[in-house]
């Protein structure tokens, strides 16, 4: 799997929407794990809080606590892409959006790389600014 490619990123006003993309690059998403990190402003690159993921076999998802029934991760397998729904956006949402994914066989690994990052293939990001 080479380096995922995100789009989708914004300013918009606290309560609005955006969706964000995350294009397979190389290999598709076949039993894969993928997940969206985030990076607010100032913070470091281990820093990264890890917001959704999804196991693109079995199609489990996995949320942070602090999303959970604002924003819903899906795939699109025709296309090869995961996206990231996000609705009631708040000022706090504000961050560097990162997609990684790494081919993984046992769909339960997407919840623990949501939490200790360890992903090889990630991202550039994409911006995403919620002002109040």
């Known amino acids: 799997q080479g380096q995922p490619v995100e789009s989708g990123g914004g300013s918009v006003e606290t309560g609005g929407s955006l969706t964000l993309s995350c294009a397979a690059s190389?290999?598709?998403?076949?039993?894969?794990?993928v997940a969206w990190f985030r990076q607010p402003p100032g913070k470091k690159p281990w820093e990264r809080e890890g917001?959704?993921?999804?196991?693109?076999?079995?199609?489990?998802?996995y949320y942070a606590d602090s999303v959970k029934d604002r924003f819903t991760i899906s795939q699109d397998n025709a296309n090869n892409t995961v996206y990231l729904q996000m609705n009631n956006l708040k000022p706090e949402d504000t961050a560097e959006y990162y997609c990684a994914a790494d081919y993984c066989q046992v769909p339960g690994t997407a919840r623990i790389l949501l939490e200790t990052r360890d992903f090889a293939n990630w991202g550039r990001g994409t911006k995403v600014t919620v002002s109040a």
């Open positions: 917001v959704a993921a999804i196991h693109t076999g079995a199609g489990s998802t």
């Open positions: 190389g290999n598709p998403f076949n039993s894969h794990c």
